[in-house]
C-alpha cells in the first residue's frame, strides 16, 4: 500500500492534530511515521510529546485558572458557614506546589500520547522535520544526524510558537512567553503582561489571583476579533475585581536587569487618554510575558521546496479539503490559514482528514459554529457571530440582539458584584417573524462559561431560532436557564439589570 515509499503518510507535529491524524490513519491501515520536536524557548523551556495544548496551552492554563477560581471560592466559603478557614487574605498561594502538580499531569499525558502511538503503531520520531520534496522528509535528531524518509503523503500539523516584540531591546533575553510560564522555577513575582489577546488577560487573570501584582499593557483594544461588547466587560470586571492593572493606550519600548535590585526595569510608551504626545514610563516588575500573538516557525521546514504557498498572514494555504498547493501534502491545525485556533478544530480536521485518505469518506470538517470559551476571571464563551460582526453582514437594521444581566444564585450569599454576569443572543432580524428569528450568535459572561457553550452549541448548529430558545424549558436553578428566556431587547430603553 506504500506506493514504494517507505509510509503511507508522515505526520509533520505531534499535537492536538498531528496525533489525531496519525491515530486515526493507523487504526484505518495506513502506515504512518509522526515527527514531533520542540525547539526550547530563548530561556531554554522545553517539554515532551503533545503540543502546544497539552504542554504549555489549554491544560495548564485551564489548571491554573481552576487554582484561581479556587481561591474566590475560599473566599466565599465563611459566607456559607466554613470555619477555620481563615480570612480570604490571610490565604497564599504556593507557585512550586501547583507548578509541580501541573507540571506532573503533564508528564502523564506525554507519557500516555507515545503509549496511544505505540499501541496504534504509529512509528514516533522525536526529529526535527524538513520537507525537502514532494514525498520526503529528512528528520535530524537532538544530535543533529540527519536522516531522509519517504511517504506518499505528508501533512504539516507544526502549530505555531509565541511572537516577541520587535525592535524592543532585551525583549528576548529577559521576557518570557506562555511557553515558559506554566514551569517557571520561581513564582513569577509582580508581572507585566503586554498583550490583550485571550492568553494575555487568561495569564493576567490567574496571576493576579494567586496573589501577583499585575499589569496588563494593551496596545490598542482588548480581545481583538471577539464580540467587543463582552471583550470590555471582562476588561472592567478584572481591573475592578480582580485587582489587574491596565496601561492602555501602551506598547513596550525595552527591558533592562536593574542591578541592583535584580529585578526587570520594564520601559513602556504610553499615550494620554487625550490622544497627545505619548510619554515612557518605567514599571519595575519581576517577570515581563509577552502574548502578542503567535506565528508558525516554517524557516527549516522547507515548504518552499515542495512548492506549498503560504498566505499573507504566512500560515499555509489549503482548499477545503486541508490540501496544499502541493498534491501529496496537506495542513492542518493551528498553521493552517482560515481555520480556528483550537485544539477541537485540529484534532477534528485530523481525524477527518484521515478518513477521508484512508477510509473511503468524502466528508470535509465543517468549520460552522465552532463554540470557544476565554478563561479570565469572569469567563467568556461565545458561539457564532459577535454583534459586531453581525452588525457588518446583515447592517444595523437587520440584526435583533436580546439580553439580560444576571446574578448568579451561588453569588448572592457571599455578595459578590451584582449585574456584572451578562449574556445576549445575536440574531438576524425577521420581518414577520418577530420572537422566532434565527439565532447568529450567543454570548455568555460567568461562572462556567465553556460548560454552558458547549451545549448550546448543538443549538445552533442544527439552526435554533430564538423560538426554539424560548421554548426550551430551563433547569433550575441555573444560569444557563436565562438564555431560556430572554425577553429584552437591546436599545429598547427596557434595562438588562437583573431581576429579583
Ligand atoms: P500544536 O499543538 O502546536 O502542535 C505542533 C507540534 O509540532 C509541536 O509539538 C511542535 O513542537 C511540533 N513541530 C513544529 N515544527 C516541527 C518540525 N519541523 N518537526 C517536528 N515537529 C515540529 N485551544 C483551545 O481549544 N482551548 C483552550 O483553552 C486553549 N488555550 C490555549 C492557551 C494557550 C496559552 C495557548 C498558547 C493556546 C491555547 N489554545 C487553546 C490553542 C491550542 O493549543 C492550539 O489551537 C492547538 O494546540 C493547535 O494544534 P496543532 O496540532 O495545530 O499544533
Ligand atoms: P492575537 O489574537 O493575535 O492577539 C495579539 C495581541 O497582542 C493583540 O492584543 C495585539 O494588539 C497585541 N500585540 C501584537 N503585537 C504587539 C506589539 N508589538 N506590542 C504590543 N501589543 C501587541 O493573539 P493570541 O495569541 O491570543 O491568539 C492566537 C490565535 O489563537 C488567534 O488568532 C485566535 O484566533 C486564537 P492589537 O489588537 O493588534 O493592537
Known amino acids: 500500500r506504500t506506493h514504494g515509499y517507505q509510509y503511507d503518510l508522515i505526520v509533520v507535529g505531534g499535537g492536538s492534530g498531528g496525533l489525531a491524524a496519525a491515530k486515526e490513519a493507523a487504526q484505518l491501515g495506513a502506515k504512518v511515521a509522526c515527527f514531533d520536536f520542540v525547539t526550547p524557548t530563548p530561556t531554554g523551556t522545553r517539554w515532551g510529546l503533545g503540543g502546544t495544548c497539552v504542554n504549555v496551552g489549554c491544560i495548564p492554563k485551564k489548571l491554573m485558572h481552576q487554582a484561581a477560581c479556587l481561591r474566590e471560592s475560599i473566599a466565599d466559603a465563611a459566607s456559607y458557614g466554613w470555619e477555620g478557614i481563615g480570612a480570604a487574605d490571610s490565604i497564599t498561594a504556593n507557585w512550586a506546589t501547583l507548578r509541580s502538580a501541573v507540571q506532573d ?78 514551569s517557571l522555577e520561581k513564582p513569577p513575582g509582580e508581572t507585566v503582561v503586554v498583550g490583550a489577546s485571550y492568553v494575555a488577560l487568561e495569564c493576567a487573570g490567574f496571576l493576579a489571583a494567586m496573589g501577583f501584582k499585575v499589569h496588563v499593557v494593551v496596545r490598542s483594544i482588548l480581545l481583538r476579533g471577539f464580540d467587543q461588547e463582552m471583550a470590555d466587560l471582562i476588561g472592567a470586571y478584572m481591573s475592578e475585581h480582580s485587582g489587574v492593572k491596565f496601561i492602555r493606550p501602551a506598547v513596550p519600548v525595552s527591558l533592562e536587569r536593574d542591578s541592583s535590585s535584580g529585578r526587570i526595569n520594564f520601559k513602556v510608551s504610553v499615550t494620554p487618554a487625550d490622544g497627545g504626545k505619548p510619554s515612557q514610563q518605567v514599571v519595575q516588575c519581576d517577570t515581563v510575558l509577552f502574548a502578542i500573538g503567535r506565528a508558525p516557525v516554517f524557516s527549516q521546514l522547507g515548504l518552499e521546496s515542495a512548492g506549498v504557498s503560504l498566505s499573507k498572514a504566512g500560515r499555509i494555504v489549503v482548499n477545503d479539503a486541508d490540501r496544499t498547493t502541493c498534491e501529496s501534502i496537506y495542513a492542518i491545525g493551528d498553521a493552517a490559514e482560515g481555520r480556528p485556533q483550537l485544539t477541537p478544530a485540529a484534532i477534528q480536521a485530523g481525524r477527518m482528514l484521515a478518513r477521508r485518505l484512508y477510509g473511503g469518506s468524502a466528508e470535509n470538517c465543517d468549520y460552522a459554529g465552532v463554540p470557544t470559551t476565554v478563561f479570565t476571571p469572569l469567563e467568556y464563551s461565545c458561539c ?39 449574556m445576549k443572543l445575536v440574531c438576524a432580524k425577521a420581518p414577520g417573524q418577530e420572537g422566532r428569528e434565527p439565532i447568529l450568535g450567543m454570548h455568555y459572561l460567568g461562572p462556567n462559561a465553556g460548560e454552558v457553550m458547549q451545549g448550546f452549541a448543538l443549538g445552533l448548529k442544527k439552526g435554533a431560532t430564538k423560538w426554539d430558545l424560548d421554548n426550551t424549558i430551563g433547569i433550575h436553578p441555573t444560569n444557563a436557564e436565562w438564555f431560556t428566556g430572554l425577553d429584552v431587547v437591546k436599545g429598547s430603553g427596557v434595562s438588562a439589570a437583573a431581576t429579583g
Open 105 to 182: 499531569h503533564i508528564g502523564s499525558l506525554n507519557w500516555g500520547y507515545r503509549v496511544q502511538l505505540r499501541t496504534n503503531k504509529v512509528e514516533y520520531q522525536n526529529r526535527w522535520a524538513r520537507i525537502v520534496g514532494p514525498n520526503q522528509v529528512i528528520g535530524r535528531d537532538r544530535g543533529g544526524k540527519e536522516t531522509e524518509y519517504t511517504a506518499q503523503k505528508i501533512l504539516v500539523a507544526v502549530g505555531e510558537r509565541p511572537n516577541y516584540p520587535a525592535g524592543v531591546p532585551g525583549a528576548q533575553e529577559l521576557g518570557i512567553t506562555s511557553d515558559d510560564l506554566f
Open 384 to 422: 457564532g457571530l459577535s454583534e459586531d460582526a453581525a452588525m457588518e453582514k446583515f447592517g444595523k437594521d437587520g440584526v435583533i440582539v436580546y439580553h439580560k444581566n444576571f446574578n448568579p444564585l451561588e453569588w448572592t450569599v457571599p455578595h459578590r458584584p451584582e449585574n456584572a454576569c451578562y
